[in-house]
């Protein structure tokens, strides 16, 4: 049942149903949204979920906003939809907003008052593939593979590969997505160069220098392109690659947990110009967000089950329940019969998932310098500014401040805004080791034995 949720009775009050508990709110702390009728646009991704569920839980009615979600083709579709206006926001990659407003592509300012969630993709290499990094993995007592399984054990396939002639390709979605960035960290970290970006010489295809060849394919096509041995192998987010898995086609070789542990993914993307002209609008879908986000991760996932079937929806992402729910609810499977315990390999709330770190988007910055898609050296205030510009943890608080002025969340809920300066402390758990700053980016960059250091160039 979807509750009447608005009734403006005074100049000065709104009143919300308390069908959910809401209570009620004082339009001049909060006031009446600008903009009620709204198109959000996302693509057939788990990650999608608080999407979903603050419009199947009622949340944006009871915003006082009336939502239409619409499935987009791929990430550039998305992206042009808001723009160009046709969407007044999307689930989106967290590196397209700061590519967008860096003017990488289509040159636009695109800002963030919510990151969607934490985790969530994996890799994938075909059934050959798989057997030939085989014999490069150690094994536990059970004969399984032991985890994490570093690209060193790819090394030799893709070497056998180059000598032989042939390509290795694989696939990502998008060139500024977090998979690219994820992938090539693997493939870098165990000594497969995934190539550079000379955007500067009118190369834009990220295959210069490279080892394995990487290019971009929609998410719900990864399992039939790999299927048809165009590619060897892909990064995606769920269901995509359990449902290589469920098909008998591939192996999910490791997730992107074990890339970089609590990894930030997806974001919710405005325009600047959305945010300045409805600015009630836009601290009202935040809430609505950040209550569905609240309830996905409540009471240790039990809500999950419920959110896999409403998922599971062909007007959602459209797997069978079961695919999603082999990743959503806590488990992951590798090889057929190999699914293990792994609870946030989807989080959408704790941990402060939801809050749009600057230190997040600047992580982005930094692999775009390292493969080349910024072509020259910047300052690190260069990256901190370009951050505050897209990443809006100041819409945020307004919306997380008011949830818990209703009593609707615990401050505990959420980092301590009186102190927070919008930078995680440095993060250590990185598949080579290597400790990310947000503060220090220029010092990150020149960590890095593969990639472009100060002074490089295409």
């Known amino acids: 049942m979807k509750w009447l949720n608005v009734v403006k009775v005074a100049v000065t009050t709104t009143v919300i149903s308390v069908g959910m508990g809401v209570g009620v709110v004082q339009a001049e702390k909060l006031g009446y949204p600008e903009k009620e009728e709204l198109t959000f646009g996302f693509i057939k991704l788990t990650d999608m979920a608080p999407i979903a569920i603050a419009y199947e839980n009622g949340y944006f009615e009871e915003e006082g906003l009336y939502v239409k979600i619409e499935a987009q083709a791929n ?5 042009d939809g808001v723009i160009d206006g046709r969407l007044d926001g999307a689930h989106m990659l967290a590196g397209q907003p700061i590519a967008a407003t860096m003017g990488y592509g289509t040159k636009a300012h695109i800002i963030t008052p919510f990151s969607m969630d934490l985790n969530g993709n994996a890799i994938t290499v075909s059934n050959d593939i798989w057997e030939q990094m085989k014999p490069n993995i150690p094994k536990m007592a059970d004969g399984r593979p032991v ?8 090394k030799p396939v893709v070497e056998k590969y180059k000598a032989e002639g042939k390509p290795f390709n694989m696939g990502m ?5 977090t998979h690219n ?8 970290a165990g000594g497969i160069h995934p190539g550079y970006y000379a955007p500067h010489k009118g190369d834009t295809s990220g295959k210069i220098d490279a080892d394995a060849l990487l290019s971009v394919t929609p998410p719900p096509q990864m399992p039939s392109t790999l299927e048809a041995g165009t590619i060897y192998g892909y990064c995606v987010g769920e269901p995509w690659n359990q449902q290589a898995v469920f098909k008998g086609i591939g192996v999910p070789v490791v997730t992107d947990y074990e890339i970089w542990k609590d990894n930030p993914e997806k974001v919710f993307g405005i325009t600047a110009e959305f945010a300045e002209k409805y600015p009630n609008t836009t601290i009202r879908l935040t809430r609505a967000l950040i209550r569905a986000a609240m309830w996905l991760d409540d009471k240790n996932n039990a809500n999950r089950p419920a959110a896999v079937k409403i998922l599971s929806q062909p007007n959602y992402v459209g ?6 729910a082999n990743s959503m609810t806590g488990t992951f499977e590798y090889e057929k019969g190999d699914k293990r315990d792994v609870p946030d390999f989807n989080v959408f709330f704790r941990y402060n998932a939801t809050y749009p770190y600057y230190s997040d988007a600047i992580w982005y910055l930094t692999q775009m310098r390292r493969w080349g898609q910024i072509s020259d050296d910047k300052s690190d205030d260069w990256y901190k500014d370009l951050a505050k510009k897209v990443y809006r943890p100041d819409i945020y608080a307004k919306a997380a401040k008011s949830l818990i002025a209703q009593k609707i969340a615990k401050a505990s809920d959420f980092p301590d805004f009186g102190t927070e300066d919008g930078y995680r402390d440095p993060q250590t758990h990185f598949i080579d080791d290597i400790v990310y700053d947000g503060t220090e980016p220029n010092k990150y960059i020149q960590k890095f034995d593969i990639g472009l250091k100060s002074g490089d160039k295409i």
């Open 75 to 79: 990430w550039k579709v998305l992206l």
């Open 147 to 154: 985890h994490p399984i570093k690209a060193d054990a790819l």
């Open 173 to 177: 979605v998008f060139p500024v997505s």
């Open 181 to 188: 960035y994820e992938l090539r960290y693997w493939l870098a």
């Open 319 to 324: 797997a069978d329940y079961e695919v999603i």
